[in-house]
């Protein structure tokens, strides 16, 4: 089981936790908010074992946290405990991970075979507020963790607003997500919010250096993944670093009447990238991600990756300050922010951003990745679907 103090990068949302605990502030709903890979969710469990532990520590900060005096006493879990083994192995009965998979185990087969895009109303009851009116079975209380929370429905989130507000005794609640704004207003006011910043590029890079990885692509990857370790290994253990590297060569010498066989291999890139995610998320945890959702995600992160390019340039054509993320295409980059200047890169990325949103209407992914590279082509918007 991961110790708090091993949670690197995450130093002031943990000192946060602390403060409020040894205060008796304890929120029994929280918000965890940030970018997914940035350790949320491996905090939460870790803070979930302090709750549960049946021999809580604590131990004077030292020079642990830089946020917190050096004689104050940070609550643990012991490591060693019933509790904490159950917790470690994934099989405290008080301890519950709420996800949209869940439905998957729900006993109405029609919940069972709904496509699993969001965290549903039946979910949410039989997984977080049946069980949390029971009592718990160590007598340390019950967690919930809820991740992706921004996914629950609008009746979820309304199903869930009393027991977010009056948790039953014992019951905390961390809901996991990635912009506060994602949720209810209502939700958000009920539980207290805590951030979770992105980690250093230098952080990322060394992690994926420290996995074997060579320098060129632990720097891209590190400096692309917006402070996300967990985004960085994810992508980099796809194996996208070719797939990147001749996706900007092509941009940067797209003729500008476009290129339909580029078109076409974007479409093909996103359909394998979606293909691994399922066989991903089916090795990881046995879950059925759905495939409409995979190739959705998978055309978004493509995108994303185009996107980087045109940024880069516009970094460059205006001297921004902000490094590269391809700085491993040095040339490419510059002849991009060349050929379509500031406002044309400015306008690229509009339009990327636009079909971007396209992707969650629907429109056919093919006339996505037509319109991707007629844009990426002239910086001219071309709206085939409308
Ligand atoms: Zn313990």
């Known amino acids: 089981m991961l110790s708090l103090l091993d949670i690197v990068g995450q ?15 304890m929120s029994h709903a929280m918000l965890f908010v940030g970018s997914s890979g940035v350790g949320r969710r ?19 900060n030292g020079d642990r946290f830089k946020e917190l005096p050096a004689d104050f006493p940070l609550s643990l879990a012991c490591g060693t405990c019933p509790g904490c083994a159950m917790t470690a192995a994934g099989t405290h009965p008080d301890l519950y991970l709420v996800r949209k998979e869940l439905a998957r185990y729900h006993e109405d087969s029609n919940v069972r075979d709904r496509v699993m895009q969001e965290l549903g109303i039946d979910v949410i009851r039989s997984f977080l507020i049946a069980p949390a009116s029971l009592a718990s079975a160590r007598r340390r209380g019950k967690v919930f963790i809820v991740t992706e929370a921004e996914l629950m429905s609008v009746f979820a989130q309304n199903s869930l607003l009393k027991t977010l507000e009056e948790p039953p005794p014992g019951v905390t609640i961390i ?5 506060g704004g994602e949720l209810l207003p209502t939700t958000l006011s009920r539980c207290v919010t805590v951030d979770f910043r992105p980690l250093p590029a230098d952080f990322i890079r060394d992690r994926l250096r420290s996995q ?20 960085a290994i994810r992508l980099a253990g796809r194996e996208l670093y070719p797939v990147k590297r001749r996706i900007v060569e092509r941009l940067a010498g797209l003729p500008k009447e476009g290129d339909a066989e580029f078109a076409e291999d974007l479409h093909h890139i996103a359909e394998d990238l979606a ?29 994303e990756l185009i996107a980087s390019a045109y940024r880069d340039a516009l970094a460059l054509a205006t001297g921004s300050p902000r490094p590269p993320a391809h700085a491993d295409q040095a040339s490419a980059i ?14 690229i990325l509009e339009q990327l951003s636009e079909l971007e949103e396209a992707i969650w209407r629907n429109v056919n992914p093919r006339l996505v990745w037509d319109n991707v590279v007629i844009t990426a082509a002239s910086a001219a918007p071309l709206h085939l679907w409308t």
């Open 175 to 179: 809901l996991i997500c990635r912009r």
């Open 11 to 25: 130093d002031s949302a943990i000192a946060r936790l602390q403060r409020m605990y040894q205060a008796g502030r």
């Open 334 to 347: 510059a002849s991009l922010a060349q050929r379509f200047g500031p406002m044309g890169l400015a306008e």
């Open 275 to 303: 293909a691994s995610a399922v066989a991903e998320a089916k090795k990881i945890d046995g879950a059925e991600l759905s495939k409409n959702l995979a190739s959705r995600q998978a055309t978004g992160e493509l995108l």
């Open 42 to 60: 491996t905090t939460a469990e870790a803070w979930a074992a302090v709750l549960l532990c049946e021999k809580p520590q604590t131990r004077p």
């Open 212 to 231: 074997g990885m060579v320098d060129e692509q632990a720097a891209f990857w590190s400096a692309y993944a917006d402070g996300s370790l967990g985004r």
